[in-house]
């Protein structure tokens, strides 16, 4: 069988001992060495390319269903569980906490859960929206497991590594959001995201409120095709009397993206967390669905409130 193995960054460096266990198995087997940025992000098309039988996705589990045979290796870390003693001083004063992790240790969530529960916390495990395929999982663009409990907890526990995915559930709910980092042992609330965001959330608003042009952002992965959000938001910019185009590919270059230097504003359809960790990596704002609606919005507000001076 012919095989493609593709690896997210942390994990390429395992790459040439997998190939060299497949071979010896009998496989042929060829290494994406293109970047990935996980699940939505498979390497579909170089897999037909070379004819593969196979893609073997590592790192990652399920995020949609796609037109290949895709067999997916999630990487499980055990992460020391002993900082979970620090935590119980920053948790005091709270009963019912909600508590999310990653792929990578959805194994020892039990673990995370009964130490809790053990000492007298009420705990609550929720279920993503549907691109995470496990309660209590959360990933970049999956943050129901944290949304959908928001109303029924005191406070939110993440255990695990890195802040790109709790930054992007702290977005998504109003209770206090407690990082527990095991590898950097860190253990702090992070809930001032939720404000910073919000205000470069309105700073690109307000700064868009004169543009003229968008380029609209269409990525071809195939978690992030979004052609009919594209096309839809084009439509409505048209109608506020703006001049709109869509941009397609796969993976976007932000130089190249910065070239572009007729488009007043950018509108990202593609993974959603381009609009807010990659602002500051272009000229032009870019913006995410909600906030050039939003940004038509105020214009049409103003546009009536002149008239009405008038």
């Known amino acids: ?25 009998g496989e042929e ?3 994406s060495a293109s970047p990935t940025y ?19 996705h590592f790192g990652h589990n399920e995020f949609n269903k796609v037109d290949f045979n895709v067999e997916f290796v999630e990487y499980r870390i055990d992460a020391p569980l002993e900082i979970l003693d620090e935590s119980l001083e920053h948790l005091k004063g709270f009963h019912r906490i909600g508590i999310v992790t990653t ?25 993503p929206f549907g691109f995470a395929k496990a309660r209590g999982q959360i990933l970049g663009c999956d943050v ?3 949304a959908r409990i928001d109303r029924e907890v005191d406070a939110f526990v993440y255990f695990g590594g890195g802040r790109f995915h709790p930054i992007g559930a702290v977005m ?6 407690l990082l527990i980092e095991p590898f950097e042992k860190l253990v ?33 992965k195939n978690g992030q095709f979004n052609m009919n959000v594209a096309q839809l938001l084009k439509k409505k910019a048209e109608a506020a009397g703006m001049s709109a185009q869509i941009l397609v590919s796969n993976t976007f270059d932000f130089e190249a993206i910065n070239n572009m230097m ?15 960790d990659d602002v500051d990596r272009t000229i032009k704002p870019i913006l995410s669905p909600n906030e050039l609606i939003d940004m038509l919005r105020m214009r049409a507000e103003l546009s009536q409130t002149q008239l009405s001076k008038q």
Not at 103 to 117: E, P
Not at 262 to 276: E, K, Q, S
């Open 262 to 276: 007729g488009f007043d504003i950018f509108v990202n359809t593609a993974c959603p967390r381009i609009a807010i």
């Open 144 to 146: 129901g497991s944290a």
């Open 188 to 220: 702090e609330f992070i809930d001032s995201y939720r404000e910073r965001y919000r205000r470069a959330s309105k700073g690109k608003v307000l700064s868009s409120l004169n543009a003229k042009s968008a380029g609209i952002l269409v990525s071809t």
């Open 1 to 25: 069988m012919r095989v493609l193995l593709q690896f997210p960054e942390g994990l390429k460096q395992y790459a040439l001992s997998y190939a060299d266990r497949l071979e010896r198995e």
């Open 172 to 177: 998504n709910t109003t209770k206090p959001f």
């Open 29 to 31: 087997v060829f290494i």
């Open 38 to 56: 996980g699940a939505c992000d498979l390497a579909i098309d170089e897999a037909k390319s070379i004819r593969a039988d196979k893609l073997i």
């Open 103 to 127: 792929v990578q240790h959805l194994h020892q969530l039990k673990d995370v859960s009964d130490f809790y529960t053990s000492r007298g916390f009420d705990v609550v495990i929720g279920k």
